[in-house]
């Protein structure tokens, strides 16, 4: 009993009458479950100490398990400072005190020991150790009950740390060894990120662990980056390599894995959401546990301050003072230290996520099929790409934060409730009424959201369409009219960004308030309750205030994130869960070949482009063929009759709805819009192949590209620009068709190859490549309307409105009711073809050296800048783009924004003064309290009115920048000349308007929002400092230049961050939309895998940028947070020196002292937060600042000096006088010296070889590129001096490519609404293609985006229907003929002898029969008229070049 009442001298019982004792406490659920803990430690380390092996664990698991038991030995060792210093300053502690608080040191320090065997992770994770840990937290809880009902603050704080400590380091063994079990037993977790290291020697034999722990922790990584930054324009090479685990391709495999998973369990309905959980949802729970720590932390600040208050209102003279000054500033640098780290964490896993749901969306487009990808427009797949992925990355913020905050704010209101009792309850009120008012907001947010999301898409597509096809609007004049209906768009989608920014600005002006209006319902109640105010309950309430301010007004913004995560999500996975394409194959089912040699073979096939299964109009209709190993077989038929769909339905294309498709052996797809590839000739010829210089050599040959190669300065690897556009359409095929050819795959499949190139090179083409050794051995199937091509053919199948009317040979076709499709034209036989092609004589090839006469071709070296490398700034964002962001926005708002924001923070500092006044005269009792609480009640009313002007001034001045920078951008590249589109890719251009122009709406307005609120704050802080603490005006000057310092040195790094940021960006986007074109040539060729690699490259660029962005930014803001905890503790400091009377001034009363010290805490976040925020606003203003690059291109010269009269051109008279168009300075003339005169009213032909100049005409005719000399004169007035849209609107024009939007057909045809229905279906009458429309639905009929609703021969049809309807003197047909057969093709000759009698038609045509008929026919080479004349008479003359080309195209 002596020995009890020796370590218990105050309660030597159990129980001391309000329950379990003290004493007992200690000794027993502490000092005895410390020495149980410790028994099995040891007892576990002697029978584990023989244990080796190499189990997996987590950089972050392993930074913890050491992590915690260091911060545990630390509150220990605090503890026992404070006993040693108590016993100093007489009061000895009691033995029970000691016996517990040395007993958990050594827990600690002997987990320390452990860390350093072979065996502590065996230890650590032993079953026995995890069941202990539970105990010992259950025996915890009646200490922490006693603890709290002393309500001593020190003493809660202190034990809810020790518990916190063990319960985080129980909750991590605890996984750990869950972890370790589940590993021997499932495979998932091999999806997990892990750092995988070997734990029986990385951290023994690893002499720099120390260190590299020490510059995980400081970010000493990014040093070398930051001072090559400030020196010098940052390079890719000089940024931070990836860790493994963030490789893109490592995380592509991660999150697909789980996707896979999640799909097998779920086929209906497989949730995105899940599979980000289970591959990323143990690191993300293992933060959690982080952040929990973290956000405790905060609350010390504020209870240090209450204590330090009370200590310098009672004027003690012991060191207490100087221990808790020093103590704010040591828990401000612990603080900071696990802020950067779960920041540092958590946005590394963010970049997983990121660069994961990238690479998935990329290999999603490449799998799914053409009509799986109907349900989704171009626009809304671009949008996944560029904002769906970044919202769903943004989940990981606010998944925590959901959580997070509330926590936050209960402890702040528990604090609060020790503070004031229960005054805090007017408080809490507030909030709790704030709560309805914010989710209502917050569902009508959502709304908007949902909706400015289909209004963005719709924009996005809109704006994709204006940029593909802007030559052939340019062309019509209706580039307003289109740049009309995306404003229309624009303007949708602004109405719901208004409704979204304006109910964000009241929820802004709800959140700014509430601190304010907190402080004052608090403390007026606390008085009006009969409490006295002093300066420690003040100001201690303020801090917690200030702690409130960041939860309360975060939760609204999480909770929308939330949404658009959710929405985010929900729309990726429906696009995710599409079924991917599946190739036809023969492998189930051999026997359903009636033969092994048969490669292709058709039963009873049904398909349409609809997923609609009970879709009434097939496209292919009970298709039943058999296509027989290694034969050529010629696909013919009328426009539209479903060639291309035959090939489509082959390659797995198209929606099988009955029948069987099977094919053997691999493919290779040319289709009739070839798609080539932004790159080098020889990158589009080998497509990810190997490169075979022998074979190489020989495909270019038999497909007429060396010559072109040949002239090009560089050669073979001279780049080609984004779709062919330096390329003309016939070595675009060409080009195609060498891809094919190279592949040497077993199945190929030509749509309509020949189409695009003249006579000479068709016929080249046929012999040289597609009959050629180089494909003889293979299955060629061939849609053409090519006479030559047919005849060669083994079989020829005959297509109709889908279904297959014919097969037979060449020979049987011309003798059966099917003849008209292969009729001979006018010149020759062909009946000779067949034999001389086999035969391969001479007299009938084509000469190797005639077709490769030089081509004008517009293809540059690698000096040359047909593509322009993006620009990127150097240096600081100029004051320039800040001055055209505030002009955007609008002068006067810009004004009363700062004015507001600047009275706001007045009145805001006026409330504090006024209480700091209030605590000090309070007691003297000059004034009663209602007068204290009217002018605090005035101060808040004029806070709360200047936060609703600023928010709403904000919120308009961001709206009125939007609108503005839309418009301006979208006019400036609509008036841009056709050469900058030629040189810049649509994937940079559409970088501006999507991703860009969103920042500009939405982050931008946000962050600048965020600037000026802490601009203002530590300008008010400041000001307050100076005015009430005197001696922080001596820190003013060197912390200043600290700051300065070190902010110059992050800020000069961080913009070239940024500017690599998004240039590294640009080729993601370009890529991606490269690929929504060509995705069924890819898939084809099997080409998958090559083009996810070339894109995980892109993205791989892109995550190098933004982690080492990331770092640079917590390198800057523990070293900020660092300079701030040194102001706090010094200003703590002073005011303790100036209560001991130490200094010559007076530092002021208890409330000054007071107000200055709650005002130094926020200084940590405050100055943290706003560089941050100044950075952040850099790298936004760098979308402002490529935008405005934009603003100074080259515009057309719209304006001319002439006015037209209403009828001209009145006969289409045309000169050409001594023309010379060069398309670049740095490439040869397209045709140089060019005179020659079209009569009025006359029908001329343009031929000529690929490259020769005839498409250049029509260049120079509507004046699309500048002529570099001479002049061109129509019905006497040269064109030059003719307002620009008012002379292309004057020309009607059938492009080389046909172009139909989204839209009605009536649109698509009249989209002025000037003509009746009876002229459009009159126009369509005179096309043939009337009965098509009707059977389709009318004019009426809703259109697909690219006009894939109709093939290409009948787009073509309807584009000249288009041309048609227009009443002008002059028409120009481009190849309008190319891709029709051969009895529509003879109908429209007629139609356009008869219909344009009296017009001057200008016709560029490869098939001579088309421009026999004409009055006249040009021939061009090398961009020089050679011969021109009656193309009758020239036919009679065999030495004449027309003669020579009308006998190749007979051939």
Not at 314 to 342: R, V
Not at 413 to 434: D, E
Not at 1320 to 1342: F, N, P, S, T, Y
Not at 1360 to 1375: M, N
Request: aromatic share 10%; hydrophobic share 45%.
């Amino acid at each position: 009993m002596e020995f009890v009442k020796l370590i218990c001298p105050t309660s030597p019982y159990i129980w001391d009458g309000n329950g379990i004792s003290r004493c007992i406490n200690d000794i027993v659920l502490g000092f005895g479950s410390s020495i149980i803990t410790l028994v099995i430690i040891v007892v576990l380390v002697i029978s584990e100490r023989t244990t080796r092996g190499r189990r997996k664990i987590y950089l972050y698991e392993k930074v913890f398990l050491l992590l915690l038991p260091v911060i545990g030995a630390c509150i220990a060792c605090f503890d026992i400072t404070m006993l040693l210093n108590n016993t100093r300053n007489g009061h000895p502690a009691l033995y029970h005190e000691w016996l517990l608080r040395c007993s958990q040191l050594i827990v600690w320090a002997t987990i320390l020991i452990v860390s350093r065997f072979d065996c502590w992770l065996f230890v650590l994770s032993n079953r026995v150790l995890c069941f202990w840990w539970i105990i010992k937290l259950l025996l915890a809880i009646p200490v922490l009950q006693a603890t709290f009902s002393s309500m001593e603050v020190f003493s809660c704080i202190n034990e809810s740390l020790i518990v916190s400590a063990d319960v985080l380091f129980g909750v991590l063994i605890y996984i750990i060894r869950m972890k370790q079990a589940s590993r021997r037993n499932s495979s998932m977790e091999e999806s997990l990120i892990s750092c995988e290291t070997d734990m029986d020697d990385h951290f023994r034999s690893n002499p720099g662990v120390l260190a590299n722990f020490w510059n995980i922790m400081t970010f000493k990584s990014i040093n070398p980056v930051m001072e090559h930054g400030a020196k010098k324009q940052l390079d890719f090479n000089d940024l931070l390599q990836l860790p493994t685990d963030m490789d893109p391709l490592f995380c592509h495999d991660s999150l697909l894995n789980c996707w896979e998973d999640q799909t097998r369990h779920d086929c209906s309905h497989p949730s995105l959401f899940w599979t980000i959980c289970y591959a990323y949802g143990w690191p993300y729970m293992c933060l959690g546990l982080l952040k929990v720590l973290n956000d405790c932390l905060g609350f010390a600040g504020p209870l240090l301050l209450n204590l330090l208050i009370k200590y310098l209102q009672e004027g003690s003279g012991n060191f207490d003072g100087y221990f808790l000054a020093i103590s704010l500033g040591l828990t401000s640098i612990l603080k900071s230290f696990l802020d950067t780290q779960y920041t540092f964490w958590l946005s590394k896993l963010k970049l997983k996520l990121r660069s994961g749901l990238m690479t998935i969306i990329f290999r999603k487009c490449l799998h799914v099929s053409l009509a799986n990808k109907t349900r989704f427009s171009e626009g809304e797949i671009q949008t996944f790409m560029s904002v769906d992925a970044d919202r769903t990355v943004n989940m990981c913020n606010s998944f925590h934060d959901m959580w997070s905050l509330p926590v936050q704010i209960g402890i702040a209101l528990y604090l609060l409730y020790t503070q004031v009792q229960f005054a805090f309850v007017a408080g809490i009120t507030i909030t709790i009424l704030l709560i309805p008012v914010n989710k209502w907001i917050a569902e009508m947010i959502a709304s908007a959201t949902k909706n400015m999301m289909e209004q963005k898409d719709e924009r996005v597509r809109r704006t994709g369409e204006l940029l593909t096809y802007i030559r052939t609007l340019k062309m019509y004049g209706w580039e307003l009219l289109f740049s009309g209906w995306l404003m229309k768009t624009r303007s949708l989608e602004v109405k719901y960004l208004s409704t979204r920014k304006y109910l964000d600005a009241w929820c802004v002006f709800f959140w700014a308030t509430t601190p304010t209006l907190f402080s004052l319902f608090t403390f007026g109640l606390y008085v009006i309750m009969g409490n006295q105010l002093d300066a420690a309950t003040v100001f201690t309430c303020l801090a917690l205030f200030n702690n409130l301010i960041s939860p309360l007004n975060s939760f609204p913004w999480v909770i929308n994130g939330l949404i658009d995560a959710v929405i985010s999500t929900r729309r990726l996975s429906k696009f995710l869960s599409c079924v991917e394409h599946e190739p036809s194959s023969s492998t189930k089912e051999r026997y359903n070949f009636t033969d092994e040699e048969m490669d292709i073979v058709m039963k009873d096939a049904c398909c349409t482009w609809s997923l609609d299964q009970e879709v009434k109009e097939l496209i292919l209709d009970h298709v039943n063929l058999a296509i027989p190993k290694g034969s050529l077989v010629a696909v013919i038929g009328e426009v539209g009759s479903g060639k291309s769909s035959l090939l489509n339905s082959v390659l797995g294309e198209m929606n099988l709805i009955k029948g069987s498709i099977y094919s053997k052996g691999s493919v290779a797809y040319v289709p009739q819009i070839p798609w080539i590839l932004s790159g080098t000739f020889r990158d589009n010829v080998i497509f990810g192949k190997d490169y075979d210089p022998i074979r190489y050599s020989a495909v270019l040959g038999a497909c007429a590209l060396d010559t072109d190669i040949s002239l090009t300065v560089g050669g073979d690897m001279a780049y080609i620009g984004e779709k062919g556009v330096n390329l003309s359409g016939g070595q675009r095929a060409r080009l195609a068709l060498a891809r094919a050819v190279y592949h040497g795959s077993e199945l190929i499949m030509l749509d309509d190859v020949l189409s695009a190139v003249d006579a000479h090179v068709a016929s080249w083409i046929l012999s040289n490549a597609i009959l050629s050794p180089l494909m003889d051995q293979k299955t060629r199937i061939l849609c053409t309307h090519n006479i030559q091509a047919i005849f060669a053919a083994d079989t020829v199948v005959i297509m109709d409105k889908g279904q297959v009317k014919w097969v037979g040979s060449p020979t049987d076709c011309s003798n059966s009711s099917y003849a008209s499709f292969v009729k001979t034209e006018e010149l020759n036989t062909s009946s000779e073809t067949k034999p001389q092609v086999e035969t391969g004589d001479t007299s009938m090839e084509v000469p190797e050296d005639d077709v490769a006469e030089s081509e004008v071709i517009n293809i540059m070296d690698p000096t040359d800048d047909i593509i322009k490398v993006e620009e990127r700034k150097e240096g600081r964002v100029e004051t320039t783009v800040y001055m055209s962001y505030a002009a955007f926005s609008g002068w006067y708002i810009t004004a009363i924004t700062c004015l507001s924001a600047l009275l706001m923070q007045a009145s805001r500092n006026g409330n504090d003064l006024w209480l700091s006044y209030w605590v000090d005269t309070a007691a003297l009792e000059n004034h009663p309290t209602s007068f204290y609480l009217v002018v605090l009640c005035i101060f808040c009313s004029a806070n709360s009115f200047l936060t609703l002007v600023r928010a709403f001034s904000f919120a308009y001045g961001g709206l009125h920048a939007a609108i503005h920078v839309h418009n301006n951008l979208l006019k400036k590249l609509v008036d841009a000349p056709i050469a900058f589109f030629d040189q810049t890719p649509s994937g940079r251009i559409l970088n501006r308007l999507s991703s860009d122009l969103y920042t500009i709406d939405d982050s931008l307005p946000f962050i600048l929002n965020i600037l000026l609120a802490n601009f203002v704050g530590l300008l008010g802080i400041a000001i307050i400092l100076s005015f009430v603490q005197v001696m922080f005006l001596l820190l003013i000057l060197p912390s200043w230049y600290v700051y300065s310092k070190v902010q110059f040195y992050y800020r000069s790094t961080s913009r070239e961050l940024r500017r690599l940021d998004s240039v590294s960006r640009s080729p993601i986007y370009a890529s991606f939309s490269e690929i929504l074109d060509g995705s069924s040539t890819i898939r084809a060729f099997k080409s998958e895998d090559y083009f996810l690699s070339r894109f995980i490259d892109h993205v791989q660029m892109y995550q190098k940028t933004s982690y080492s962005e990331t770092i640079a930014s917590l390198w800057l803001s523990l070293r900020l947070q660092f300079l701030a905890a040194f102001v706090v503790s010094y200003i703590a400091v002073m005011a303790v020196f100036g209560s001991n009377g130490y200094l010559p001034i007076n530092l002021g009363t208890p409330g000054l002292v007071g107000l200055a010290l709650s005002y130094a805490a926020p200084v940590v976040s405050l100055l943290g937060n706003f560089l941050t925020s100044f950075t952040e606003t850099e790298k936004e203003l760098v979308s402002v600042e490529r935008v405005l690059q934009y603003m100074d291109i080259p515009q057309e010269e719209l304006e001319g000096n002439m006015s037209l009269d209403a009828t001209w051109p009145f006969k289409g008279h045309i000169e050409f006088h001594h023309v010379t168009l060069r398309y670049m300075p740095s490439l040869p003339p397209a045709f140089r010296d060019l005179s020659f005169t079209i009569a009025g009213g006359t029908q001329v032909g343009i031929v000529g070889r690929t490259g020769a100049g005839k498409s250049s005409i029509l260049n120079a005719l509507f004046r699309l590129n500048p002529i570099c000399a001479g002049n061109i004169i129509v019905d006497g007035i040269n064109i030059a001096d003719i307002s620009l849209r008012d002379l292309r609107s004057r020309f009607a024009v059938v492009p080389q490519t046909p172009f139909l939007f989204k839209g009605t057909i009536r649109d698509n045809l009249d989209p002025f609404n000037i003509h009746e229905d009876l002229n459009i279906w009159k126009a369509l009458e005179k096309c043939h293609i009337e009965e098509e429309v009707r059977a389709a639905g009318g004019l009426d009929m809703q259109i697909k985006e690219s006009g894939t609703s109709f093939s290409v021969g009948q787009r073509q049809l309807l584009c000249l229907a288009r041309a048609f309807l227009k009443s002008t003197k002059v028409l120009c047909l481009d190849e309008c003929t190319a891709n029709i057969d051969t009895q529509t093709a003879s109908k429209l000759k007629d139609a356009i002898s008869s219909e344009c009698r009296g017009l001057t038609v200008i016709t560029i045509a490869h098939r001579i029969s088309t421009i026999l008929h004409m009055d006249n026919v040009l021939i061009l080479d090398q961009g020089i008229l050679v011969e021109q004349g009656n193309p009758q008479i020239l036919l009679k003359d065999e030495s004449s070049r027309f003669w020579s080309f009308a006998k190749a195209s007979s051939m």
